[in-house]
């Protein structure tokens, strides 16, 4: 047999796989299935099942029990870490907004050359070390760093301000790594919104302000309310950056988890502290869907 | 809270993926060890703590093993409990020999089976005769001394005006300013710096008053900058003049006094602990593992460590090998060791989970 015939033999042995496949095409439901398939089957094996385990080991380790939720829920500790972790993420949310609005909006508008050379600028964070990106702001936030160099050589200050090792330090710190992930979203729904639409304010009298306040904000909406879920969940599972930059207050709920869990090998608790995290988290993204979602999509469709 | 040896129901496999999975890289495995590792008999994995430790341990213990058993140590590092607990649960024990605290030992031993008792007939006794009694284990042998001391800069507090005891280190009106010291949660000393600050001495800190230690680490505390939990924390902030007083490890203040930073420390009133090889339970070469253990105690081993780093070796015979300038340096000397606290580890993994948890509602009152 040739080498050709034998191609065209396999062509034809292939014919029933693609008429079956072309079977369950016309059934859509089915197709839809087949093609999230690999998708599903790594989430179930990579995120299901060890969220399962997590959730057995907080309910069962060492034997059936709910002692460990009691103890999150009785202990004041862990409410107050609680409490003290969401302020964090929704303050640090806050800033990155009001930080990431104006940038995103530059980069949505200048013309394109710039614009390419801003989303590197704010992409290149992404592939430091969010350690050496901590480190970095220690040697910035010192007594002897040199924002303070700066301040005393200026004269602003006589002594050094205490800018890291306190709420402050952790702010800056986690405002740094999390701000690209505000950004980019508010950048990507920005890029999009038709300009036609502004000029057709603006044809119908309205002033830049008013064009963009009454257009341009409404429709940016969206990007704000996905770049304030994606912040804030980032947020709440912070370890590395407050550890390092915060005080002797600024305890987050992950480093309690990770004590637990790495120390003192107590994982059913630190099980039933991550579940209790993990829960109070897709809460918030609920709500976030639910208000913040819709309003900005309401909006976008009667075009506010 | 408390662990106890109840039969576990959960696989502890699912657990590692789960832990790696979702608490993110932090906690991942940072290494991976290749099954082959195991294929032949003739070689053992030792797991460590990396870093110039660990470099320092390669040529003083692992290439001159090599050399002489012909027993090959494929090193890795890191060997974090929670790592350990898996691999024994898993039944699947990666490592033969690992050095860690006494204390992880019995806190793990509470909670199951996950040490296999050492073989004290395959050393010779004679060569364990400089060997403190607390560093001969059931389940281990003492390899390093190390300590946490009172550490200050120098061009602050000139050598002699420094703190020279706890009371004094204490004293905020005689030395004002910021101060770092250790966070409980890692096992470090803290308590017994309380203590020793409220004037307890060293035979009656043990068993450890819970209530005097806080009501005297509430004294210090709004002096206090940060409880540091990584070691290198301290130093760093003692180099960049974050704080003039720091209770850091001896080993690394020393290290950084040698480049040239302007710090240095008291022995008076030190606490010193040590490290131990252990063998995990489940291991596939234990008599490999023993020998490497037996090795190690050799005083002209642990005397070539001291050369390169400044740990203390834990038999006392390896002081014959080392210069008195030398020895000077390191806290198991014996002028240095007779000012320090030896810590009882076995109180702390008895008490740890309690006072990890009254430590963490304290520091935020």
Redesign the interface.
């Known amino acids: 047999m040739t080498a050709i015939s034998r191609v065209a033999g396999s062509i034809v042995d292939a014919r029933p796989w693609i008429r079956a496949w072309e079977a369950v095409a016309e059934r859509d439901g089915l197709r839809r299935l087949l093609l999230v398939l690999p998708t599903l089957v790594v989430l179930l094996v990579?995120?299901v099942?060890?969220?399962t385990?997590?959730l057995?080991?907080s309910l069962?380790?060492?034997?059936p029990t709910a002692r460990h939720y009691l103890?999150v829920v009785t202990?004041?500790?862990y409410l107050?870490?609680l409490g003290?972790t969401f302020e964090t993420a929704a303050l640090v949310t806050l800033l990155c907004l009001a930080l990431g609005y104006p940038l995103a909006y530059v980069m949505a508008t200048v013309p394109g050359r710039l614009a390419g050379v801003l989303i590197i600028l704010v992409i290149v964070p992404f592939w430091i070390s969010v350690l050496v990106r901590t480190y970095a702001w220690?040697v910035m936030l010192?007594?002897?760093?040199l924002v303070n160099t700066l301040l005393l050589r200026l004269g602003v200050v006589e002594e050094p301000l205490r800018l890291m090792?306190n709420f402050v330090g952790v702010l800056v710190g986690m405002t740094h790594v999390l701000l690209p992930f505000a950004v980019l979203p508010m950048y990507s729904v920005m890029k999009n919104i038709d300009r036609d639409l502004l000029r057709a304010a603006e044809n119908l009298g309205a002033n830049r302000w008013q064009s963009f306040r009454r257009v341009f904000f409404p429709l940016s909406l969206l990007g704000v309310v996905s770049a304030a879920a994606l912040v804030f969940v980032s947020a709440l599972?912070f370890?590395?950056t407050p550890?390092?930059l915060g005080?002797?207050?600024d305890?987050l709920l992950?480093m309690?988890?990770?004590?637990q869990?790495?120390?003192?090998?107590?994982?059913g608790?630190g099980s039933a502290l991550?579940v209790v995290l993990?829960g109070l988290t897709l809460l918030v993204l609920i709500v976030f869907r639910r208000f913040l979602g819709t309003a900005a999509w309401g909006s976008v469709v009667e075009g506010r | 809270m408390t662990p106890t040896a109840t039969p576990r129901t959960v696989s502890r496999r699912d657990f590692l993926k789960a832990t790696a999975a979702s608490l993110g890289s932090a906690l991942a495995p940072r290494v991976f060890v290749p099954h082959l590792a195991h294929a032949a008999r003739h070689q053992i994995v030792v797991c460590s703590w990396g870093g110039s430790y660990q470099d320092s341990q390669r040529e003083a213990f692992f290439k001159p093993f090599e050399k002489e058993t012909g027993i090959r140590v494929v090193d890795t590092s890191q060997p974090d409990v929670a790592k350990m607990k898996a691999m024994v649960d898993s039944g699947n024990v990666e490592w033969d020999v690992v050095t860690t605290g006494l204390a992880t030992v019995y806190q793990l031993q509470a909670q199951g089976d996950y040490f296999h008792p050492l073989d004290y007939n395959m050393i010779d006794p004679k060569a364990l005769n400089g060997v403190h009694a607390s560093q001969r284990d059931r389940y281990g042998l003492g390899t390093i001394y190390y300590s946490m001391n009172i550490s200050f800069r120098t061009d602050v507090y000139p050598k002699g005006k420094h703190p020279r005891s706890m009371p004094e280190f204490w004293d905020v009106k005689k030395f004002p300013g910021g101060r770092t010291l250790a966070n409980v949660s890692g096992l470090f000393m803290t308590l017994e710096h309380g203590l020793l600050a409220d004037g307890v001495p060293f035979d009656k800190i043990y068993p450890i008053d819970i209530d005097r230690a806080f009501a005297s680490l509430d004294r210090v505390k709004p002096q206090v900058v940060k409880w540091w939990s990584p070691g290198a924390l301290p130093i760093q902030m003692l180099a960049d003049k974050e704080v003039n007083l720091a209770i850091a490890y001896s080993g690394r203040i020393q290290k950084i006094r040698e480049e040239g930073v302007s710090v240095d420390l008291e022995w008076n009133h030190g606490t010193i602990s040590s490290d131990f090889w252990v063998i995990p339970r489940g291991t596939k070469n234990f008599e490999g593992a023993m020998k490497f253990v037996a090795f190690c105690m050799r005083p002209d081993r642990q005397a070539h460590l001291t050369r390169l780093i400044h740990y203390g070796p834990t038999n006392q015979d390896a002081f014959q090998f080392i210069p008195a300038e030398r020895a000077a340096l390191l806290p198991s000397a014996p002028q240095n060791f007779e000012k320090m606290l030896l810590a009882d580890v076995k109180w702390w993994a008895q008490h740890r989970p309690e006072v990890i948890k009254r430590f963490d509602a304290w520091i935020l009152k």
């Open positions: 990579l995120f099942a060890p969220l385990a997590i057995r080991l069962l380790d060492p034997a103890e202990n004041p500790t107050h870490v003290i220690m010192g007594r002897g760093g090792h599972g370890f590395i550890a390092l005080g002797p207050r305890v992950s309690l988890i990770e004590r869990v790495n120390d003192l090998t107590n994982w608790f991550a993990l």
